[in-house]
């Protein structure tokens, strides 16, 4: 059974208040994330929403208002089963005036809802098509995205979020709007361009527009257009290249000790 408890905390500006599952020891993990973030000091942030691995076993959920981060921490497991940080946060919005120990968290026995081919025409049809086809294939293609704004940008991000197959949001993280490229961030939106140029790896949007066409992308637009909910849920449900040998390496072993447990028992 997946543990759903989602354990929170409130901190900055002179404020630590967590639920009673909030282990101490987590103390350290989260001040080095707040300080790789790179929030100028005194600085109040416009709100925003990130997502990093907190550790081995879990996913932290980040919300960022004005000098306060808001962390929810739930078991890796559980998110991927979930992999959709603006869900959990809508779901379990943060009162950063609360002055009491936080309440621990539960996510209800349910599965995120079906993204229909209805919500997925209209994203591409508001939304800048180009763009986020090109940035699905560069994420699928495990490649990483830096954009550029004064303000966060958590509509195309999300938008961006519901057209990748569950596997990549299970794997990848991105900030609606950052100070740092330190938490090495799949997808992430910078107010300016940091000193020395883009991280080696990062597109930018020019690029992520421009980038080649291929199956994925080609594969969502096509099912997209035609209402064809079966192959967008099949798309959506692909494996990675690295799952898929994961799963083949699986079964090797697994007929290979079946074979040897066979020899065993015949030869009694």
Do not use: H
Not at 145 to 159: C, G, H, S
């Amino acid at each position: 059974m997946i543990p759903r408890t989602i354990a929170q905390a409130i901190i900055g500006d002179g404020t630590f208040i967590a639920s009673d599952d909030f282990d101490p020891a987590w103390r350290s993990e989260v001040d080095r994330i707040l300080e790789a973030f790179g929030l100028p000091l005194g600085m109040s942030a416009p709100m925003c929403l990130f997502v990093v691995p907190f550790n081995r076993r879990q996913v932290a959920v980040v919300s960022l208002f004005g000098r306060r981060f808001r962390f929810l921490v739930l078991p890796s497991v559980l998110y991927n089963a979930i992999p959709d940080p603006f869900a959990l946060v809508a779901r379990f919005p943060a009162n950063m005036d609360f002055t009491g120990p936080l309440p621990s968290l539960e996510w209800p026995e349910e599965p995120l809802p079906k993204r229909t081919v209805q919500l997925l025409d209209g994203i591409f049809k508001n939304g800048d098509g180009p763009f986020l086809l090109g940035a699905c294939q560069t994420l699928v293609d495990s490649g990483r995205i830096l954009l550029v704004r004064e303000q966060p940008d958590a509509k195309l991000i999300q938008d961006l979020w519901m057209l990748l197959p569950d596997s990549t949001r299970r794997q990848f993280w991105f900030a609606t709007f950052g100070y740092s490229t330190a938490l090495d961030f799949n997808l992430l939106v910078l107010p300016s361009i940091p000193e020395g140029g883009l991280s080696i790896g990062y597109l930018n949007e020019d690029q992520t527009r421009d980038y080649p066409e291929s199956r994925y992308e080609r594969e969502l637009q096509s099912a997209v257009e035609a209402g064809d909910q079966r192959t967008v849920d099949r798309i959506f449900a692909r494996r990675t290249s690295a799952e898929t040998l994961k799963l083949a390496l699986a079964i090797v072993f697994g007929m290979a000790f079946l074979s040897i447990l066979l020899r065993i028992v015949m030869s009694r």
